[in-house]
Antibody, heavy 118, light 106 residues
Framework: QVQLVQSGAEVKKPGASVKVSCKAS????????INWVRQAPGQGLEWMGW????????KDVQKFQGRVTMTTDTSTGTTYMELRNLRSDDTAVYYC???????????WGQGTLVTVSS | DIQMTQSPSSLSASVGDRVSITCRSG??????LNWYQQKPGTAPKLLIY???NLQSGVSSRFSGSGSGTEFTLTISSVQPEDFAVYYC?????????FGGGTKVEI
């Protein structure tokens, strides 16, 4: 069965970096993209970008450009999202989610809470 | 960026009620509209994709309609497990964007 398993919660100080992992299994990884979606406490959903499982092509939202890097370790099927220069408003649950080229999210990871606090 | 606006932001319903949620896009997105359900402390779950297609395993009491700029999610007979927050999402162009959510409560 399709599974996306994310790494555990993190607490970081402002200005630090965080790297969240998402291990995929149960499907052909090259046929799908991995997306990152975040949700601040009590707020809605915000798409951050995606990385292609086929060729590693990346697309991220302009507001995160320069601060976010998405990578994939094809040997383990694990995708990483690193967010740098953290601010308090980066406090959120970060989800990875699978999509095809049709760009709807049919499977999601369990979420990783990242707390940014001094 | 394509803005997605949901209405209402919350609604009260009783078990067995028919419930409809509207999602409007800032420009035409054809049928590139998807619906998700999110319960507290859990990841969103895909209900409807491409405006009107029921995701595998999702109850047939959920249905979606619309095209262009106006879309509707309908729950034909609300059940206790349907009380949650519902989000629409456009997949017409990047950046992908979500509506603000509609909370369905008792």
């Amino acid at each position: 069965q399709v599974q996306l398993v994310q790494s555990g919660a993190e607490v970081k100080k402002p200005g630090a970096s965080v790297k969240v992992s998402c291990k995929a299994s149960g499907y052909t990884l090259t046929n799908y993209n991995i997306n990152w979606v975040r949700q601040a406490p009590g707020q809605g959903l915000e798409w951050m970008g995606w990385i292609s499982g086929y060729d590693g092509e990346r697309k991220d939202v302009q507001k995160f450009q320069g601060r976010v890097t998405m990578t994939t370790d094809t040997s383990t099927g694990t995708t990483y999202m690193e967010l740098r220069n953290l601010r308090s408003d980066d406090t959120a649950v970060y989800y990875c989610a699978r999509s095809s080229l049709s760009m709807w999210f049919d499977f999601w990871g369990q979420g990783t809470l990242v707390t940014v606090s001094s | 960026d394509i803005q997605m606006t949901q209405s209402p932001s919350s609604l009260s319903a009783s078990v067995g009620d028919r419930v409809s949620i509207t999602c409007r896009s800032g420009q035409s997105i054809s049928s590139y509209l998807n619906w998700y359900q999110q319960k507290p402390g859990t990841a969103p779950k895909l209900l409807i994709y491409a405006a009107s297609n029921l995701q595998s395993g999702v109850s047939s009491r959920f249905s979606g309609s619309g095209s262009g700029t106006e879309f509707t999610l309908t729950i034909s007979s609300v059940q206790p497990e349907d009380f949650a927050v519902y989000y629409c999402q456009q997949s017409y162009s990047t950046p992908l964007t979500f509506g603000g959510g509609t909370k369905v409560e008792i």
